[in-house]
């Protein structure tokens, strides 16, 4: 059985204000995580033993969960407008007494939709608790289209937080919280930290989160012989498809694209010069 320990840094920045008593990031856990506390573990099952198993054992639960959502659909899909014309497609599910019960908004990983593996099971552990789930998806993924030039990326906030606020004037009586992963894990992260104190989450999950993007995809690039070149190649398809699939939309972007080398990226660092760095003007 393998075990990983739960570990902190025994000496990190103090925080708190001035009225405040100052604690330790180690002193927050153990006060407000008691389960994340010196001694805690995490034991992984045996049948799927280290990242590379439970990341195909997640790739093929996509597959089942996803013709399961055929037969018993538990989304209904909300197409919201955004400030700039844009367009993001929402699924809920939710709850009995739903205008007072906690909401969950889900930012899933590159391209994720509600089908994936580990949306779906975390639905199923809300739904027991009687908490709605809302999950966000990237522009002109999760079945919808662009109707900007201006696609997704993992630096953009401005999305989330129109729709973070709307929930919130719309039910203003639910506790909104958040959940992420991957590169939704580094937008939360990032929208979190730029709402500071007035943040509208009542509480954030971020889950295995790329803090720096740029040494994430150079590792993934560069390593032709590793594991995590599959990886590589799996997220650039998804980049790709997600690129054709609003092709139209995207060129009509006053940016002069070289579409033949966007098409034929071997890497994800050459579609993200080709394409996204273009089209946001970086």
């Known amino acids: 059985m393998y075990e990983v320990r739960l570990i902190h840094a025994k000496q990190t920045q103090l925080l708190g204000g001035k009225n405040d008593k100052k604690k330790?990031?180690?002193?927050?856990?153990?006060?407000?995580?008691?389960?994340?506390?010196?001694?805690?573990?995490?034991?992984?099952?045996?049948?799927?033993?280290?990242?590379?198993?439970?990341?195909?054992?997640?790739?093929?639960?996509?597959?089942?969960?996803?013709?399961?959502?055929?037969?018993?659909?538990?989304?209904?899909?909300?197409?919201?407008?955004?400030?700039?014309?844009?367009?993001?497609?929402?699924?809920?599910?939710?709850?009995?007494?739903?205008?007072?019960?906690?909401?969950?908004?889900?930012?899933?990983?590159?391209?994720?939709t509600s089908c994936d593996f580990y949306v779906r099971r975390c639905y199923n552990e809300f739904a027991k608790m009687q908490y709605s789930v809302l999950v966000v998806h990237s522009r002109g993924c999760g079945g919808s289209k662009l109707t900007t030039p201006l696609p997704f990326h993992c630096g953009l906030t401005t999305d989330y937080r129109e729709i973070v606020n709307a929930i919130h004037e719309r039910l203003p009586k639910c506790p909104l919280l958040g959940l992420s992963f991957s590169l939704g894990a580094n937008i939360m992260a990032k929208y979190i930290g730029e709402e500071g104190d007035g943040c509208p989450l009542a509480a954030g999950i971020i889950v295995g989160n790329p803090y720096d993007m740029y040494k994430v995809i150079k590792h993934l690039d560069s390593r032709m012989l590793s594991p995590n070149k599959i990886y590589d190649i799996a997220i650039l398809n998804f980049l790709k498809t997600a690129f054709n699939e609003n092709r139209e939309a995207i060129l009509k972007a006053p940016v002069d694209f070289n579409v033949s080398k966007i098409t034929s990226s071997s890497t994800i660092m050459e579609f993200t010069e080709e394409m996204t760095r273009k089209v946001f003007g970086y």
């Open 24 to 112: 330790s990031i180690g002193d927050i856990i153990r006060d407000e995580c008691p389960s994340l506390a010196d001694g805690a573990t995490f034991k992984q099952s045996p049948l799927v033993p280290g990242g590379h198993a439970q990341t195909i054992y997640a790739f093929l639960g996509y597959y089942v969960y996803y013709a399961h959502s055929l037969f018993r659909p538990r989304f209904t899909r909300e197409y919201f407008r955004l400030s700039d014309g844009g367009t993001v497609a929402l699924d809920w599910a939710l709850c009995d007494n739903h205008s007072e019960r906690p909401i969950v908004t889900i930012l899933s990983g590159v391209t994720g």
